[in-house]
């Protein structure tokens, strides 16, 4: 059985930075496509990053436009966990997030694409 456990969320002022941590059991990250999503209050699920599966030529990144810049994914292999490194954080960066794997190997962006979802953890970002 697949689980993905995230952590890391918290409450940060405007212009800080945070890494969540996506640790998975029950599936290798490195032959999945990882991607991380956010839910604000009163908005629909969103895409925010998403790391390819490896392959021989490694591996690719998709990020939404609103992060791209600030926002960094990458896994370590070893842990078998995914994170997301997020710098100069705004409040509009202020949701629940979610990390959700797959088996196709694109870094796909759409909420179906992906098989398998954390609970999340929450981020606030103060003005």
């Known amino acids: 059985q697949v689980q993905l456990v995230e952590s890391g969320g918290g409450l940060v002022q405007a212009g800080g930075s945070l890494r969540l941590s996506c640790a998975a059991s029950?599936?290798?990250?490195?032959?999945?496509?990882m991607g991380w999503f956010r839910q604000a209050p009163g908005k629909e699920r969103e895409f925010v990053a998403a790391i390819s599966r490896i392959n021989w030529s490694g591996a690719a990144t998709n990020y939404a436009d609103s992060v791209k810049g600030r926002f960094t994914i990458s896994r370590d292999s070893a842990k078998n966990t995914v994170y997301l490194q997020m710098t100069s954080l705004k409040p509009e960066d202020t949701a629940l997030y979610y990390c959700?794997?797959?088996?196709?190997?694109?870094?796909?962006?759409?909420?179906?694409?992906?098989?398998?979802w954390g609970q999340g953890t929450q981020v606030t970002v103060s003005s």
């Open positions: 959700a794997a797959r088996s196709g190997s694109a870094a796909a962006t759409r909420i179906s694409d992906y098989d398998y």
């Open positions: 029950g599936r290798t990250i490195s032959s999945s496509t």
